[in-house]
Structures are given as structure tokens and as C-alpha cells.
């Protein structure tokens, strides 16, 4: 990706020879550009600014603002919940992100040497990422229910034993990663196969005549070409899992459900924010999640290498 | 093909068609628990065929949440919102893809760093913006803000680069088109597959938002779907029937979009991702 150099272009705007154009001469331009400037200063780059300097202050939202420095980040620090909060997001974005690529990666290298029904499956893989996260996590939640969810009913039906899933910590864990993977393991699926339809051939071709057996080949020809595409991946699930909140919101309720075991650091947020009015303490809430993307963003990068690090 | 790696065929079609089903599901259960009485479900072993309740339940739908409204109000937000990226999106991508101006790379840099904020977290200033606007509330809240997006400029002017000739823009503005007419007959022409696969992106992604209108729509008059659905849930959790009914309701349109337009879409979505 680069950000400076263009095509090389003889541009129409400059098209005539011989004149200096001064810089209002562009005004076309900058009005082609400026509704999006203007969107991002008003609802982008202010609400975030203004986020900063609150993570500072104590406001209940109707008296004034009070300067505390670093007081909200103190609290934060002893605070249990949050901690709470962090751990099960991680723990719920380790629950989904692993299966959710696992299983992506391993329906991708099937239907790349599927030959019939591919554009039925890719379709039927993809349905789940468009459904509304509500429908769907109302769906779970009813599967998932104790007494005459499906889950229970099937393993009844085994012989089993039935668990309590959404009133247990670990249960409403496995519900709401149920969930993501559903929703996303189709989605990766299809980049991967993406990825994988662009490596060239000749490499197959010779670890082939090197006598590599599919393992191999998968290990040492496939995945290093596809490290871009599972960078690509990886990113975008980190992005995601740090800001779940629809998926427990639903299932579990605000309160984040037994134990607040379902409680993530933005519903957390939400919470402090729009029902304890405390702006100043969930401005640092949402800093720590910024911080948070940021960190795990740079692990990714640093762990799969980047681009062009191959 | 000789030079692919080999599964047997048999297995691994066995494999694909598992997920195929696992994905699929859910859509069938609702289907089922929405045409069946809640006590149906409740019955062990449960029901696993298609009942006749379909019209009652869609009836206690109606009485329970504002379902019409809520729909219109979607609709409203998705369609406005979609038209309004499109139109601002391509108008700048189009700028920044095939013309220079001073400051045009800084821009540019710019733009692509918004990407990287999080827009949760700047809900709650959003919020008192929109309370000052006097927005709180009304649809505008979540129309606006989401009418211009880096994601969609970035994608368009990638597609513009490769797909618009130079020469072609500078015929055009010999034979005396302004800019505005260039990007009329010359740019959104050509861009008619980016154009549809944004267009699809943002739509769903507007049907489908909940926790920005969450926070602003504080009317229960104006709810979008996804508020109302989840409303439903919270006060009549117990009636699966119902409120599966609701569920099913709210995802039929956007099923619809997605089956007619599916091969654009997933076509536009991995270009994304292979491309960076």
C-alpha cells in the first residue's frame, strides 16, 4: 500500500499549459472533498478529541467540569470490574478469533480444490456475516437456553447432562463465542479462498516434483503466501473482539449477565457512560480500549511480520 | 486440477456441506420457531417441522413493539445513508483518483488515519454534539455522521485509479466537461461494481447498526429495527415464538438484498482484503 505515490498521471486539471494557477483556482476540488472533512472534524475527530481531555475530568454531564488529572486512570487501576471486563473480552476474543480462523483456513484449502458447488457454498458461508447481530444473538440465546434450548435438547437426547448455559460463567462464554464464529468463520473463509486463488501455481508445481506431500506443501508453500491475508484477518478480528458488546449485550443483559462474566470493556463502558453518568471515568474507559487496539494491532503486526517481511 | 493439492473428494464434500448446513440453521429455526406456537418449541423432543402460527405470531409482533414504524425508520436511515456515502464518497475519491491540487497527499494521509479511531469511543461527546444540534432523538443522528467514510473513499479511489484512463478524463474536459461533468459521464459509469458493492456494504451495515442508535434514539417512536427487536427480547424474553418472529422479520429484507446481489458483494468484499 502507498499513500504518496500515483499513477503517473497528467491530470485534466492542469491540462492547459503555460498558466499559474493560484490555489483558489482548485476550489472544485476542495468542495468535492470537504463533506467528508467536515463529517469526520464534527463527528470524528472532535467527539475522540474531546473524549481525551474528558478521561481527565469528572462530569456527571449537567454541572461542570472538573480538572482531576490522572484520578479516573487511578480508579481504573483498582477498579475490579473493569479488570473483569478486560479479562473476559480477551478471553471471549481468544474463545472466537482461534476457531473462527482454524476452521476458516481449513473450509478455504477444501473448497479451493472443490471444482462443484463452490458458488453455492461461498454463498451459504457468507449469509451469516450480513444477519443483524441482534436476530442472531437472540437466536443463541434461545438455542442456548436451559430448560428447552435445542443445546440442552440434543444433549438429553445423548444421555448427557444438561448445562445452565447462560446463568453459568463459562456457559455464557461459549454462547457468545458460538456466536462470533458462526458469524465470522464463513466470512474468513472467503478471503482465504480469495488468497489462495492468487498464489501462482508454478510453486505447487515444483514442491510437487520435490516430492512434498499436501502437509508440507500446506506448511511451507501455502501459508507463507497467504501471511498477508491471515495478517489482514487477525487485525480485523482483534479489531472487532476488543469492541464486542451487541453479542452479550442481547444474550445476557447489561449487567453482563452470572458474575458479570459476560460484562466487556465496552459495555462496561456504555454502562459507566449512559446509566452511571460518570463521562469522566468512561472517557477513560474508552482511552484504554484505543490504547488496547492499538497494542494488540502492533502485537499482530510484529508477530505475523507485517508486509513485505516475508 | 493436477498441481492443487488433493482431498478426497468424497470426505471433504461431506465437510463443506456440514458448515454449508451449520450456516444455514439458525435461518431454519427461526423459520420454525416463528411458525410455531412458543409451547411447540418447549416440547421435548422439540419440533423440527415448519407449523402455522406464522400470522399470529406476527400479530403479537405488532402489538408489542412499533414494528412498521421501526421498519420505516431503517429504511430511512439505511437509503439516505446509503445514497449520501455514494454520492460524497465517489465525488471525492474520484478527486483525490485522478486530479492534483495542493495539499492533495496530506489529504490523503489523513483520511486514511481516521480509519484507525475507533468510533465508539467517542460516543459520549458524539452524543452531546447531537444533543446541541438538538438531534437527540431523530433520525439525522444517525444519518449524517455516517454519510462520508475513509473506507469508502479509500476502496473507490483504488477502483478509479486502475479502471479511469487519464486520457479519458482529459478528452472529456476538451470537449468542455467541467468537473462535474466528468465525474457524471466519465466516473460513475465506470465505477458501476465499486458503486454496487459500497452501495450494498453500507446499507446493510446501516440495517444492521445497534449500538449508535442504542444511545441516541430515545424515543420509543422512533426506533430503528434493531432497537425495537431487542426491546422485544428484553420485556418478552420468554416468548420465543414471538419474538423469533420479530427476529425473522427484521433480517427478510436484507436476506433479500444479499441473495440478489450476492455474487457483487462477495466479490467486492475480498477485492478489499487481497488488495490491503
Known amino acids: 500500500m502507498t499513500l504518496t505515490a500515483t499513477t503517473p498521471t497528467r491530470p485534466a486539471g492542469t491540462a492547459k499549459p503555460g498558466r499559474r494557477r493560484g490555489i483558489a483556482s482548485y476550489w472544485r476540488f476542495y468542495l468535492a472533498l470537504s463533506p467528508f472533512y467536515l463529517i469526520f472534524l464534527v463527528f470524528g475527530l472532535y467527539p475522540v478529541a474531546s473524549t481525551i481531555l474528558l478521561a481527565f475530568q469528572k462530569w456527571d454531564g449537567l454541572g461542570p467540569r472538573k480538572l482531576v488529572g490522572l484520578q479516573n486512570f487511578g480508579f481504573l487501576i483498582e ?44 454463498i451459504a458461508y457468507f449469509i451469516p456475516n450480513i444477519t443483524s447481530l441482534v436476530a442472531a444473538a437472540i437466536f443463541f440465546a434461545a438455542i442456548f437456553s436451559t430448560n428447552f434450548g435445542l443445546i440442552n435438547s440434543g444433549l438429553r437426547a445423548l444421555g448427557l447432562p444438561t448445562e445452565d448455559w447462560l446463568r453459568q460463567p463459562w456457559g455464557i462464554k461459549i454462547a457468545i463465542s458460538t456466536m462470533i464464529v458462526w458469524q465470522w468463520a464463513g466470512y474468513n473463509t472467503i478471503i482465504y479462498l480469495a488468497g489462495l486463488q492468487a498464489i501462482p501455481t508454478e510453486q505447487y508445481e515444483a514442491a510437487k516434483v520435490d516430492g512434498a506431500g499436501p502437509f508440507r506443501t500446506f506448511f511451507q508453500i501455502t501459508l507463507p503466501q497467504l501471511r498477508p491475508v491471515v495478517l489482514f484477518t487477525v487485525i480485523m478480528s482483534t479489531i472487532g473482539g476488543l469492541q464486542t458488546f451487541t453479542e452479550p449485550q442481547v444474550m445476557v443483559g447489561n449487567a453482563g449477565g452470572t458474575g458479570q462474566s459476560g460484562m466487556t470493556v465496552v459495555m462496561y463502558f456504555y454502562n459507566q457512560a449512559f446509566f452511571n453518568n460518570d463521562y469522566g471515568y468512561a472517557g477513560a474507559i474508552a482511552l484504554s480500549i484505543f490504547l488496547l487496539v492499538l497494542l494488540f494491532t502492533a502485537i499482530n503486526w510484529r508477530l505475523l511480520g507485517g508486509r513485505g517481511r516475508r | 486440477m493436477k498441481t492443487r493439492v488433493r482431498w478426497p473428494g468424497l470426505i471433504m464434500h461431506v465437510f463443506l456441506a456440514i458448515a454449508g448446513v451449520l450456516c444455514l440453521f439458525p435461518f431454519y429455526w427461526t423459520l420454525v420457531m416463528a411458525t410455531n406456537t412458543t409451547s411447540d418449541i418447549y416440547r421435548y423432543p422439540p419440533k423440527f417441522t415448519l407449523g402455522s402460527q406464522l400470522d399470529d405470531n406476527i400479530r403479537a409482533v405488532l402489538e408489542n413493539v412499533a414494528f412498521f414504524q421501526s421498519m420505516a425508520n431503517t429504511l430511512i436511515v439505511a437509503v439516505c445513508t446509503t445514497v449520501l456515502v455514494l454520492f460524497f464518497d465517489s465525488l471525492a475519491a474520484f ?6 491540487f495542493p495539499g492533495r497527499n496530506a489529504l490523503f494521509v489523513i483520511l486514511l488515519a481516521t480509519m484507525l479511531l475507533p468510533a465508539q469511543l467517542g460516543a459520549v ?21 455516517a454519510s462520508a467514510n475513509a473506507f469508502g473513499i479509500f476502496w473507490l479511489r483504488q477502483y478509479f485509479q486502475n479502471s479511469i484512463h487519464d486520457e479519458l478524463v482529459e478528452a472529456a474536459t476538451l470537449d468542455g466537461c467541467g468537473f462535474l461533468g466528468v465525474y457524471r459521464h466519465v466516473a460513475l459509469p465506470s465505477a458501476r461494481p465499486a458503486l454496487a458493492f459500497l452501495g450494498i456494504f453500507t446499507f446493510v451495515a446501516s440495517w444492521n447498526d445497534y449500538f449508535w442508535p442504542l444511545i441516541v434514539l430515545t424515543n420509543p417512536d422512533h426506533l430503528t429495527l434493531q432497537v425495537a427487536l431487542s426491546s422485544l427480547n428484553r420485556s418478552h424474553g420468554v416468548d420465543y415464538s414471538m419474538v423469533m418472529t420479530g427476529a425473522l422479520m427484521a433480517m427478510v429484507p436484507l436476506i433479500i438484498v444479499f441473495v440478489i446481489f450476492a455474487r457483487q458483494f462477495i466479490k467486492g468484499a475480498t477485492e478489499g482484503a487481497i488488495r490491503g
Not at chain 1, 472466537?96 to 480444490?113: D, G, N, Q, Y
Not at chain 2, 461527546?125 to 444517525?142: C, D
Open chain 1, 79 to 122: 477498579d475490579s470490574t473493569f479488570w473483569l471486563s478486560l479479562w473476559n473480552t480477551v478471553v471471549l476474543f481468544a474463545m472466537s478469533t482461534v476457531p473462527t480462523l482454524v476452521i476458516a483456513m481449513t473450509l478455504a484449502v477444501m473448497l479451493h480444490s472443490a471444482v462443484r458447488f463452490k458458488g453455492v457454498y461461498r
Open chain 2, 125 to 145: 461527546p458524539q452524543f452531546q454534539t447531537m444533543a446541541a444540534f438538538g438531534w437527540v432523538g431523530s433520525l439525522k443522528a444517525l444519518i449524517i455522521p
Open chain 2, 95 to 100: 478527486t483525490f483518483a485522478k486530479f492534483r
